[in-house]
């Protein structure tokens, strides 16, 4: 079997996935570091698989199916080790609970579409909904050595990141309602057909 450039990128970043958690638990500055690194990398890899797959015509089933799986490893992963360690925490975890039912959410969403060839194409504001989380986990990733580089009046790295989840979230719960609208809208005009 070939493999494409971009099914390569999306593979990388699934392989990624355990180093990052490994290297989450190495103490002091790498610990903190190691990781953010690590997750801008692969977010990265996320962007450049799509772009790559679009210019060079490259787009494959096989990476239609592992795109979202990768994503959605990537960002559960870094979700519950931030909780683990107590930098997502309180009510805060609510913001985090928001964003993984979603992914589940339209994951299972988008597969019942496609069943039925329907169609659900990512809009801007997912897109940017999907940046400002890999923002906002990528700043929770830095931990103390993110707080002394960012660091002024009542606002540090962590503050910042936590406050851009929150933001995340909100826009979660808006682009997450859209696509159950064009899932129950589906599901409620194949009803009355049959």
């Known amino acids: 079997m070939k493999f494409k450039i971009p099914n390569l990128l999306t593979i990388g970043r699934i392989i990624i996935v355990p180093v990052f958690v490994l290297s989450f638990f190495l103490p002091g500055f790498f610990g ?24 060079f015509k490259e787009e494959s089933k096989l990476g239609e199916l592992l795109d979202p799986i990768a994503d959605k490893i990537l960002v559960s992963a870094a979700l519950i080790l931030l909780v683990m360690n107590g930098t997502i925490k309180n009510y805060e975890v609510i913001a985090a609970i928001i964003i993984l039912t979603r992914e589940i959410l339209v994951s299972g969403l988008r597969e019942f579409l496609a069943k039925a060839s329907v169609a659900v194409p990512v809009t801007g504001l997912a897109k940017l909904k999907t940046f ?39 826009l979660t719960l808006y682009t997450g309602y859209d696509y159950l609208l064009k899932g129950l809208d589906h599901a409620m005009n194949k009803d009355e057909k049959d």
């Open 132 to 170: 400002i989380q890999m923002f906002s986990i990528a700043i929770l990733l830095t931990g103390e050595s993110g707080n002394k580089i960012i660091n002024f009046q009542d606002y540090n790295a962590q503050t910042i990141g936590i406050i851009l989840l929150w933001l995340s979230s909100f």
């Open 32 to 55: 903190d570091l190691i990781p953010f690194f690590l997750f801008v990398l692969a977010s990265f890899t996320d962007y450049l698989d799509g772009l790559l797959a679009r210019m």
